[in-house]
Nanobody
Framework: QVQLVESGGGLVQAGGSLRLSCAAS????????MGWFRQAPGKEREFVAA????????DYANSVKGRFAISRDNAKNTVYLQMNSLKSEDTAVYYC???????????????????WGRGTQVTVSS
């Protein structure tokens, strides 16, 4: 079992920045690919970013490329999502996830993730 707890969400003006953190506990954090997903009201949960166990593979949704950056610190059992140039359409609940995948994989599909956090709200005002 892996427990995931997100933090760092909040209210920010358009054009601003936030950094989300996800602290993991339980089984070895470094053995999991980590992902961020988000869900806006009335919409399905969608992929945002992922990072492999190796840290060498990263993937991003087209809508956030060039603005968001995912990273991980295995010594701290934490994954981060740096969000810059925020837009009103980035408003959503952001979820952290962990998946048992191959070493270099950074999955974009929800069904490839085994564990999920409870989410943190990000609201971008225009």
């Amino acid at each position: 079992q892996v427990q995931l707890v997100e933090s760092g969400g909040g209210l920010v003006q358009a054009g601003g920045s936030l950094r989300l953190s996800c602290a993991a506990s339980g089984r070895s954090f470094s053995n999991y690919a980590m992902g961020w997903f988000r869900q806006a009201p009335g919409k399905e949960r969608e992929f945002v970013a992922a990072i492999s166990q190796s840290t060498t593979s990263k993937d991003y949704a087209n809508s956030v490329k060039g603005r968001f950056a995912i990273s991980r610190d295995n010594a701290k059992n934490t994954v981060y999502l740096q969000m810059n140039s925020l837009k009103s359409e980035d408003t959503a609940v952001y979820y952290c996830s962990a998946g048992s995948t191959s070493y270099f994989a950074a999955p974009t599909r929800r069904d490839l993730y085994d564990y999920w956090g409870r989410g943190t709200q990000v609201t971008v005002s225009s």
